[in-house]
């Protein structure tokens, strides 16, 4: 099993130009997550989907959309790219809602200029 | 929602030493208790976790302890490797109760040879 695998590893973004960053899971779970993480500030949620078909927002949701294209995967999309989210994006997934462990993704680095 | 916090932020120790890291949350309500560690360059991964019921768990090496009346729970690292070496985040959270996990902001952990 690959586990939960994300692209691109690595993105730069003009400011206003937007992009997708995809994220899949090989584990047939049921919920899917994306977390940012920042400097000193550890990872935040941004959208999950507790299963196929259903979103919702996270702590930090502005600037962002999400898509449970389905089961396998999840992706998030910047319409329109600010500095403010330069960050590392992480994708992770669990086995369903009451199984507690989360599985992450190595993470897409991605500056915003 | 759930306020996290965990101390130190930066630990650094000699390798055979032992580490501990505080977290201390604000839910009483919670009753999962993980850490989760990441290496340079990659998502986070679970290593121990703790039940409410449950006062102390160990794993080899490391161990959790939880202070359910104080709020707040320990990870304790004996005989340190520089593999030890990581960002080490917690994450209480009450299962069933919703997806959101609140992660600490994070202790970096430096084992010096």
């Known amino acids: 099993n690959a586990g939960v695998t994300q692209t691109p590893k690595f993105q730069v973004l003009k400011t206003g130009q937007s992009m997708t960053l995809q994220c899949a899971q090989d584990?047939?779970?049921?919920?899917m997550y994306w977390y940012r993480q920042d400097p000193g500030m550890g990872l935040r949620l941004i959208y999950y989907?507790?299963?196929?078909?259903?979103?919702d927002k996270g702590e930090v949701p502005n600037g962002y959309n999400v898509s449970r294209l389905n089961k396998r995967e999840f992706s998030l999309r910047l319409e329109s790219a600010a500095p403010s989210q330069t960050s590392v994006y992480f994708c992770?997934?669990?086995?369903?809602?009451?199984?507690?462990?989360?599985?992450f993704g190595p993470g897409t680095r991605l500056t915003v200029t | 929602g759930e306020n996290v916090e965990q101390h130190p932020s930066t630990l650094s120790v000699q390798e055979g030493d032992s580490a501990v890291i505080k977290c201390t949350y604000s839910?009483?309500?919670?009753?999962?208790f993980p850490w989760y560690k990441q290496e340079l360059g990659k998502g986070p991964q679970l290593i121990i976790d703790i039940r409410s019921n449950v006062g102390e768990k160990k794993d080899q090496r490391i161990a959790v302890t939880l202070n359910k009346t104080a709020k707040h729970f320990s990870l304790h690292i004996t005989e340190t490797q520089p593999e030890d070496s990581a960002v080490y985040f917690c994450a209480p959270i009450l299962t069933g109760g919703g997806n959101k996990l609140t992660f600490g902001t994070g202790t970096q952990l430096k084992v010096e040879l």
């Open positions: 584990m047939n779970h049921n919920s």
């Open positions: 989907s507790a299963s196929e078909g259903t979103t």
């Open positions: 992770a997934s669990r086995r369903w809602q009451g199984h507690n462990e989360q599985y």
């Open positions: 839910d009483s309500a919670s009753n999962y």
